[in-house]
Each structure stands twice: as C-alpha cells, then as structure tokens.
C-alpha cells in the first residue's frame, strides 16, 4: 500500500481556471501536508511562481483560456527548473487513470481517483520518475 502520510511541509502550486475542480485538487493535496497555493489562470500562476521561490511542484489543467497547461509548464520550468510539472487533463489522448508524459512533463487523465492524485504527485515528489531536471531517468 502507498504511504500518503504527510512528509516533509513543500510548496504545491496548484492551476485550473474551474474553481471547483482546483479547490477539490487543493484539499485532496493539504492532506500530505504541503502549502498548497492555489492560481485561476496561467497569468496568476506565472506571478505566483515568479514571487515564490521555493515551489517544489506544479499542478495545472492542460485545457485553460489564455495558454494552455503545455505552455505554462514550459515558462514554469524556466522559473523552476527542478520542480517536477503535472498536467491533469481530459483532452490528451491517455487512458483513464494512467500517468503519461508530453514533452517531458507527466499527465495525469480525468476523470481520476484522490487516490490517483495523491499516487502520482508522491512519485513524482520522490524522483521516481524521468523528472530529473537535466532529463535523465
């Protein structure tokens, strides 16, 4: 069984212009422990991201007004380049519940389980991913 249990307290910046949906995404992740903060658009995240240095993570919907998920986890990662991105997304062609990546950048399908989030942002919080910073398994 995966170990959920709060770790060591880290910044998650979370992302989707569905209000709903991110407050759902921000309680599911404060139950590990981490300072969650919390953007409705792109614009906001970037600000956010460029005001905080220590983001340990970011969480964004693929699909949003403005530039998408893609193109903000590209700016992000020149703002933070170790801290691994995940795009949670119904458009992106992956199975229900599967983590994939696109371009580097790990995909999580909806609909998906809190279980599921909770798995996927761990492993990748861990590095047991190909998240590395200079693209290394």
């Known amino acids: 069984m995966t170990d959920f249990s709060p770790g060591e307290a880290e910044t998650l910046l979370v992302v989707d212009d569905d209000e709903a949906i991110r ?3 921000v309680r599911i992740l404060s ?3 981490h300072k969650v903060l919390e953007a409705g658009s792109p614009m906001e995240a970037m600000q956010l991201a460029a005001a905080t ?7 964004t919907d693929f699909s949003m007004p403005g530039f998408n ?3 903000l986890a590209r700016r992000f990662r020149a703002v933070h380049p170790k801290a691994p991105v ?11 519940g599967e983590t994939r990546e696109l371009e580097g ?3 999580l399908a ?3 389980t809190s279980v599921d989030l909770l798995r996927t ?3 990748l919080m861990d590095g047991s991913t190909s998240q590395a910073a200079d693209g290394s398994p």
């Open 23 to 25: 407050k759902l995404e």
């Open 110 to 112: 909806k609909p998906f």
């Open 53 to 59: 240095p220590a983001i340990r993570l970011l969480l």
């Open 86 to 96: 995940l795009m949670v997304s119904g458009a992106v062609p992956v199975l229900d």
């Open 105 to 107: 950048f790990a995909v």
């Open 121 to 123: 942002v761990r492993t």
């Open 31 to 33: 139950k590990l422990g």
């Open 69 to 71: 998920g893609l193109e």
